[in-house]
């Protein structure tokens, strides 16, 4: 149980396009989920944290008008990443928590995508 | 606000080793704590997790972990370990009460060699 399903899990996309991601939750719904970016040899850093039938928190100095996050349902989350340049390229790697936010249920992650902007 | 400290940033052993992974913690507030595992190309997949009461935690393939609120440290150790254990190993930590987000160390390579 409690499957976090990310898509696409790679992507490669000319500099200027834009490119969404889909992150669901398959068998529980998902109040919150977070979206992290993965740099090659580094850690996860939360980008935003999205919350569905409310506006997204974003981390400082993450631009939210270029990393568009759409919580539309309980159970899906899509970040769009728009006007992508060379150096959006990342491993963007979604999460939920099947539990209570708060209550020290492990998030679950999706299995990333791999963007590659040419 | 939390911060991770994983000190070593590789870790290579031979099969059938020992290996500790060290972690370390600073917060103000109560945590909770997490060992997930990243292969190459994939999302992170739960180790074991601290939340509250017996302070050894272990997973169901061999691995431990203890929590020393003292010492602020939830190192992951394991005694005996495999080829196919050869992963990337987060540490993280959540705030308790929060809505969840993890801060996650910079991760321990763990290169396992026959």
Redesign the interface.
């Known amino acids: 149980g409690a499957v976090?399903s990310?898509h696409p899990s790679w992507v490669i996309c000319k500099s200027g396009t834009s490119v969404k991601i889909e992150c669901r939750s398959l068998d529980f719904q998902a109040t919150?989920m977070?979206w992290y970016r993965q740099f090659p040899k580094?850690?996860?850093?939360?980008m935003a944290?999205s919350n569905e039938g409310s506006k997204a928190t974003y981390e400082q100095g993450v631009e939210k008008d270029k990393f568009l996050i759409n919580h539309a349902s309980l159970t899906l989350s899509t970040l769009t990443v728009t006007s992508a340049h060379p150096e959006d390229s990342s491993?963007y790697?979604c999460?939920a928590?099947p539990g209570g936010?708060?209550?020290?249920?492990?998030?679950?992650?999706?299995?990333?995508t791999?963007l590659t902007v040419t | 606000a939390q911060s991770v400290t994983q000190l070593d940033s590789q870790v290579p052993v031979f099969e059938e080793a020992p290996v500790e992974l060290r972690c370390n913690y600073s917060s103000s507030v109560s945590v909770?704590l997490?060992w997930?595992v990243q292969y190459p190309?994939?999302?992170?997949?739960?180790l074991l997790?601290y939340?509250?009461g017996s302070t050894l935690v272990e997973s169901i393939n061999g691995f431990e972990a203890e929590f020393n609120k003292s010492q602020t440290s939830f190192h992951l150790r394991k005694p005996s370990v495999h080829i196919s254990d050869t992963a990337e190993y987060?540490c993280a930590v959540?705030?308790?009460?929060?809505?969840?987000?993890?801060?996650?160390?910079?991760?321990t390579k763990l290169s396992v060699k026959p």
């Open positions: 976090v990310q919150t977070f580094q850690s996860l850093m939360l944290t491993f790697i999460s928590p936010a708060g209550d020290g249920s492990p998030l679950h992650f999706g299995n990333g791999r | 909770y997490f997930y190309n994939q999302g992170l997949q739960l997790k939340l509250s987060f959540s705030e308790r009460g929060s809505q969840g987000n993890l801060i996650f160390g910079k991760g």
